[in-house]
């Protein structure tokens, strides 16, 4: 396992989520308020599953009884909220040990199902899902005439990477 490498994709994570939602806010509100909206439900719905997966890590209750909230919050309180989270992420994970990372996990999916994983697997989640879900948002980003970040990890390792 290797920690250096899982807090550097965390990093992308946190960039490539800031840049997408800077991407949102230069759309012109107004241009298609629909698109708009599914871009911000998209962006919470990362966030949620990222604090659902927080609590699993930590053995703690989430209170999320769905993978999205009724409310769509605002890109300003997104970037606050999805900053903050990575950065747990980063603080945690940089204080986990190899045990920890293999260590298995039981916790209760939203639905009600039982699940297992082990921590490194649920950590993998969280990086992997939102990249799933930005690559939608940069699809509306396009259909609303804007421009989607270059959220690839080259650009990240080159640019702000240091």
Request: proline content about 2%.
């Amino acid at each position: 396992m290797d920690r250096n490498t899982v807090v550097t994709l965390l990093k992308y994570k946190k960039w490539a989520d800031a840049a997408t939602l800077k991407s949102i806010i230069s759309l012109d509100a107004s241009a298609d308020s629909q698109k708009r909206h599914l871009m911000l439900r998209l962006m919470n719905h990362i966030y949620v599953v990222d604090m659902i997966f927080r609590a699993n890590i930590t053995g703690q209750s989430h209170g999320y009884t769905a993978l999205n909230t009724p409310e769509t919050p605002s890109c300003d309180e997104l970037a606050a909220n999805m900053n903050a989270c990575t950065d747990w992420y980063i603080e945690h994970i940089s204080a986990m040990n190899d045990a920890d990372f293999a260590e298995t996990i039981n916790f209760r999916f939203v639905d009600g199902g039982d699940g297992e994983m082990k921590a490194i697997d649920m950590i993998n989640h969280v990086l992997f899902h939102g990249t799933y879900h930005r690559g939608a948002v940069g699809w509306l980003i396009s259909e609303c005439g804007g421009v989607p970040p270059k959220d690839v990890m080259t650009v990240f390792l080159r640019d702000h990477n240091h």
